[in-house]
């Protein structure tokens, strides 16, 4: 009953949290941090740049609500900072993406092609999986492909998402690009679960819903400890949109009911 209670508030009935993460803006400018994108950052070191100033990484997963991506882009430009913005095929929003890459920011692919693959295909054996792998990277490729021809820019860094069925098979999406021959041919530098972002970060922070907020320390006690922070943040966690919620719920219940 308190799972559900949390989720109902979380889902429907939290305040905006949009303030808090213009706060945590204004705050490290005041520290000194430079806030970037996960690509600018990864760049800087594939170019042989250790930096040694304050950086915040800003990460934000598109899972849901296109509406608080969009209003999380805005609040950015307002204080001239870069930021990546990863893209289901759910919420992929092209028009979106290319104001944020003309802008300096980074647009890109939220992929998930082995949980698809295992729910389409009714496979809940992680060996199953396994065996078809090269069919589940043969489909990250054309999604990965389309995706640079709509944009019409080059995507070299890419963020898994995590499925209730990843979680099932004890499985993540990383899988499919554990493939250095994939990365070549699609020219991908980073995914974001890469080791070069954890051994040149102090600290990775994810929201969480409420109460929690955030795992394992909010960002302003980061800044408080720490010179390089990686930070993941989503839309549904910053403000609750009824319709985008609702229906991201009844398809979550419907593919538990037919996979």
Not at 133 to 146: A, C, G, L, S, T
Not at 172 to 188: F, K
Not at 210 to 230: G, K, N, S
Request: hydrophobic share 30%.
């Amino acid at each position: 009953m308190k799972t559900f209670s949390n989720r109902l508030y979380s889902d429907y009935l939290m305040p905006s949290r949009m303030t808090t993460h213009e706060d945590l803006i204004r705050a490290a400018q005041v520290a000194g941090y430079t806030q970037t994108s996960v690509r600018d950052f990864v760049a800087t070191l594939r170019g042989g740049r250790d930096p040694q100033h304050k950086v915040l990484i800003h990460r934000h997963d598109i899972d849901t609500d296109l509406r608080t991506a969009r209003k999380l882009f805005d609040l950015e430009k307002k204080y001239h900072i870069q930021s990546s913005f990863y893209f289901r095929l759910s919420t992929m929003d092209i028009r979106l993406m290319r104001e944020i890459e003309e802008y300096g920011s980074e647009a890109s692919y939220h992929y998930e092609e082995l949980a698809t693959f295992a729910k389409r295909n009714k496979i809940k054996d992680r060996a199953d999986i396994q065996r078809r792998m090269p069919e589940i990277r043969d489909e990250f490729v054309r999604n990965f492909e389309w995706i640079e021809q709509r944009l019409g820019r080059k995507l070299t860094t890419v963020a898994s998402h995590g499925d209730f069925a990843n979680r099932q098979l004890k499985l993540n999406n990383t899988e499919v690009l554990a493939d250095q021959a994939l990365r070549a041919r699609c020219g991908i530098e980073c995914e974001t679960y890469d080791q070069i972002l954890t051994d040149h970060t102090d600290i990775y922070i994810s929201d969480r819903p409420p109460p929690q907020y955030y795992h394992p320390v909010t960002p302003i006690d980061a800044l408080r400890r720490h010179r390089r922070i990686y930070l993941l943040t989503h839309p549904r966690q910053c403000e609750t949109n009824w319709s985008a919620n609702t229906k991201d719920n009844l398809h979550r219940f419907y593919e538990g009911l037919t996979w």
